[in-house]
């Protein structure tokens, strides 16, 4: 491309330009393409969220039960002793 001052002719101009927008074309079909790529992983991310979500969800109900469960022998254990 000519030096600012230099006497420049139209079809050098447009030459310039036009590699210019083919420039930015392609770098702007590599930002599509990359911009696709961090969608794709987004879905993923969600994705894996959500069963940790539900794997922690089961994990509490079944705690919460186990305990239930502990705090019921406990109180057979107490009534037991009591009736000793």
């Known amino acids: 491309m000519p030096r600012y001052g230099d006497a420049v002719t139209n079809e ?13 074309d392609t770098e702007l079909r590599h930002v599509y393409v990359q911009v696709e790529g961090l969608w794709g992983e987004t879905r993923r991310l969600a994705e894996s969220i959500t ?4 794997k ?6 079944e705690t919460h039960a186990s305990f239930d ?3 019921a022998f406990n109180e057979m254990l107490v009534s037991r002793i009591e009736a000793m």
Request: no cysteine; net charge negative.
């Open 12 to 24: 050098e101009l447009l030459t310039a330009l036009e590699a210019r927008f083919e420039r930015i």
């Open 51 to 54: 069963l940790v979500d539900e």
């Open 56 to 61: 922690l969800e089961r994990f509490r109900a």
């Open 69 to 71: 469960e502990q705090r």
